[in-house]
């Protein structure tokens, strides 16, 4: 069967869920891990400035063959060193005989002073120990015979130093080179003496004939004029290295370099930055998708995309008309309202494991969704520490206060009509029959929390909060209660008690498993009832279930609003 290409891309998405993951780990640690990069950078660079400077001089040498100039007088005249096979080079040049002789041509420099020389000298006794040759290489550029040129790298702490080990190392190198083809000579001598002592010895006996000593002179006379010759080619001898091209003086040094240096430290920084950040992540198992909470047991009521940038410039409420936002809030409105029982109060808490996950922002999308489908619906911004309901809202329409709709006249004492207007949850509390609410949307209305306050205990302990809640829920047909993190305080827990269950928001990337396995574990030791999951501020990459049916749902109402009506019904939350 072939496959479609809808099949393919889910193909796709999940090999690449695992990369997207770890992109989404690093890039949630962005900042620790480029600030921990510039500094490592800046340290290296300026640690790497302060270091000594090194400079590094080159000289060339040329392997020819030694197989003859086709002159039968001079190739009779002259004594070449064998042929140098594959790396004699680079082993003579650090031989032990060779660094002597270059320490020893260094001792006999006019152009460096006592220190420099020491300098030299150490150096190259302690790479001799070490046998690391960092001041002293050889780069070769040979055919298969070993014919070729010798690139001799030298490096000092000045660029005269540089320049003169160059030069005594190539002069050594040379002498090296000559002296095989000397040691030939001196081996042929050595024998050519041998005989002649042992002619002299025969010579000198008595008992010899008269045709044998006229023979032993001969020979005697043949053997003085060989050791002659080898004294003249002695002389003639040479090597197959030629010095090619003299080392100069180098202007800038090679090392340290600043730059390069920091490059390779904020680098090596990002890199362990980022594997420390996923390891972490590793350990600490965050939520993504809902394949993450599958074996939690509980229903996952909705998900809802990142909505930012320009998206937000009018708002929330208004960036949740149109796209993958109310797709999301539709699905999430339809789920909740399966959870909760017909013909009775539909009282719901919404709070999250930790701060920032966007509980504040999905019970506003869920408000509207229910709203949108003809249901009045009251938000009790009952995050008494830090509440963001009126900064949501402050920014859709012209909101009204007016008296709630469970306010009985009756009960108001006009003796207290010159009291600050009940407009909080916290006066509220002590005045239900006196109850102002924000009239935020169509079929919406706000309970504000006030002023943030330390202590809300005064609150959630308050007497009459389970009656306030109850008449709530008898005024409007969904009341949504915005509570502050789980795992931070147990206000949540504590309106939870009673209310029909509670609605658990978790950040897409960001709650981590550990977390919402003690904020399940709070909701259940107060036997609360967790109506489930809200997976928030998911991405396209992280999911795009929603986005991609919703970026073709718009199309054509962008590209010339056919279908205004349900484009003013689209509204959602981050």
């Not at 009940?422 to 504000?448: F, H, K, M, W, Y």
């Amino acid at each position: 069967m072939q496959p479609t290409p809808n099949s393919l891309s889910r193909g796709l998405n999940a090999e690449d869920f695992e990369f997207q993951r770890l992109l989404a780990s690093v890039r949630r640690h962005a900042l620790p891990i480029v600030t921990a990069g510039l500094l490592a950078g800046g340290l290296s660079a300026y640690l790497s400035s302060r270091q000594a400077p090194v400079y590094e001089a080159v000289s060339t040498v040329v392997a020819s063959r030694t197989d003859g100039s086709g002159n039968s007088v001079i190739n009779t005249s002259l004594v070449a060193a064998p042929q140098l096979p594959q790396g004699a080079v680079e082993e003579a040049l650090h031989s032990e005989g060779v660094v002597n002789d270059i320490i020893a041509r260094l001792g006999k420099s006019t152009e460096l002073n006592a220190a420099q020389i020491a300098t030299l000298t150490a150096t190259l006794q302690n790479d001799l120990i070490a046998d690391r040759w960092g001041n002293l290489k050889v780069e070769a550029k040979t055919d298969s015979q070993q014919a070729g040129t010798y690139a001799i790298h030298t490096q000092g702490g000045s660029p005269l130093a540089a320049r003169v080990l160059a030069d005594q190392s190539v002069a050594a190198l040379l002498a090296w080179d000559v002296g095989r083809a000397q040691r030939r000579i001196a081996r042929a001598r050595s024998g050519l003496e041998a005989q002649l002592g042992t002619l002299g010895t025969q010579l000198a006996a008595k008992q010899i004939s008269a045709q044998d000593a006229a023979t032993l002179t001969a020979a005697r006379a043949q053997v003085v004029q060989n050791l002659a010759q080898v004294a003249v080619l002695e002389q003639a001898a040479f090597g197959t290295l030629d010095p090619v091209a003299e080392a100069i003086e180098p202007r800038s040094p090679v090392s340290p370099v600043p730059l390069k240096n920091g490059l390779l430290g904020a680098l090596l920084a990002l890199l362990l930055g980022s594997v420390v950040a996923l390891l972490g992540d590793s350990l600490r198992r965050r939520i993504y998708g809902e394949q993450d909470i599958s074996g939690s047991g509980l229903p996952l009521l909705g998900k809802l995309p990142l909505v930012s940038g320009p998206a937000l410039r009018g708002g929330l409420i208004e960036a949740a008309r149109s796209g993958a936002l109310y797709m999301g809030a539709g699905f999430l409105r339809v789920n909740v309202m399966a959870q909760l029982a017909p013909g009775k109060p539909r009282r719901i808490v919404i709070s999250s494991a930790r701060p920032g996950e966007g509980k504040s922002s999905v019970t506003a999308a869920l408000a509207t969704g229910l709203a949108a489908s003809g249901l009045k619906v009251l938000i009790v911004d009952a995050d008494l520490h830090r509440p963001s309901q009126p900064q949501i809202w402050q920014a859709f329409g012209n909101p009204m206060w007016h008296l709630m709709p469970s306010c009985r006249l009756e009960n108001i004492d006009p003796r207290r009509t010159m009291l600050e207007p009940a407009q909080t949850l916290s006066t509220g509390l002590d005045r239900l029959d006196e109850v102002q609410v924000l009239a935020v949307a169509e079929n919406i209305d706000l309970l504000p929390a006030g002023r943030p306050m330390k202590d809300s205990s005064s609150v959630v302990g308050h007497a009459r909060l389970p009656e306030a809640l109850e008449r709530w829920g008898e005024a409007y047909d969904v009341v949504l209660i915005d509570t502050p993190p789980l795992l931070v305080l147990s206000d949540a827990l504590a309106f939870a008690a009673y209310t029909e269950g509670l609605i658990l928001v978790t950040e897409a990337g960001v709650t981590t498993m550990q977390e919402l396995e003690r904020a399940m574990s709070s909701v259940q030791t107060v036997g609360a009832r967790l109506l489930g999951l809200v997976l928030n501020k998911q991405t396209r990459r992280e999911d795009n279930t929603y986005t991609s049916y919703a970026d073709r749902y718009e199309a054509p109402s962008r590209r010339g609003g056919q279908d205004k009506r349900a484009s003013r019904q689209q509204v959602s939350g981050d």
